[in-house]
């Protein structure tokens, strides 16, 4: 079974720029997540889809980033403009869902490594 | 306060021995389950092992068990039989009870593990 596909790897961009990220969950999980993981911190919850619809996303800076995930499979979460501390590790996860379930399982993706200069 | 502290910033082991890594959590639920993943220099976050609040017994997977002491509320990881493929950085996360509807993962600040041939 295919784990959960991110691109890009890697990302440099300059502060103000625009930048976007590209998830694809694992086959037939309902719920999706996009963590920032900023080094040497654990991750930290920016959005989570259940399908198509938004179930959190109470630490998504909405000044400047947003989300989507059309149609309920792949998501794409943007930054514009960028600010330096946004230079991150941009995880994204899924799980079987619904959401609601303590014991579920999240499968991360390898993640996106953005660098703000 | 921290919903999940790791004191350990940095572990070493030897090889083929047992180490034990730490994890403390705070929650006012009585449901709720304890995660341990592993994250090696790929970038990549590895489900470990799950331990619910009501399991009775202590989880295990393989080489790895999770010492749960609910009084104390700590849940540590225990490794048996350390392998070089271990050393990575090693996350205790929780995922707290129904009432908000979102089952997102609180994620300590991690301990990285080394281990030594």
């Known amino acids: 079974e295919a784990g959960v596909a991110q691109s890009p790897r890697y990302k440099i961009i300059e502060k103000r720029q625009s930048v976007a990220f590209w998830c694809n969950p694992i086959?037939?999980?309902?719920?999706l997540y996009w963590y920032q993981q900023i080094l040497g911190q654990g991750p930290k919850l920016l959005i989570q889809f259940q399908n198509n619809g938004v179930v959190d996303d109470s630490q998504l800076p909405k000044d400047r980033f947003s989300a989507e995930r059309l149609k309920g499979v792949d998501s794409t979460l943007k930054i514009q403009p960028a600010k330096l501390e946004d230079s991150a590790v941009y995880l994204c996860?899924?799980?079987?869902?619904?959401?609601?379930?303590?014991?579920?399982?999240?499968?991360f993706g390898p993640g996106t490594r953005l660098l703000v200069l | 306060a921290q919903k999940i502290t790791q004191t350990q910033p940095g572990m070493f082991v030897q090889e083929k021995e047992a180490v034990t890594l730490d994890c403390t959590y705070d929650?006012?639920?009585?449901?709720?389950?304890l995660f341990w993943y592993k994250q090696p220099s790929s970038g990549e976050m590895i489900f470990l092992i799950y331990?619910?609040?009501?399991?009775?017994q202590n989880a295990t997977e393989g080489r790895y068990s999770l010492n749960f002491q609910k009084a104390r509320k700590s849940a540590n990881l225990v490794i048996s039989a350390s392998q070089l493929g271990d050393s990575a950085m090693y996350f205790c996360a929780m995922r707290e009870g129904l009432q908000t509807g979102a089952n997102n993962l609180f994620f300590g600040t991690g301990t990285r593990l080394t281990v030594i041939p």
């Open positions: 086959s037939g999980h309902a719920t």
């Open positions: 929650t006012s639920d009585q449901s709720y389950g």
């Open positions: 331990q619910g609040s009501y399991d009775e």
């Open positions: 996860a899924s799980s079987l869902g619904p959401a609601g379930g303590v014991g579920e399982t999240q499968y």
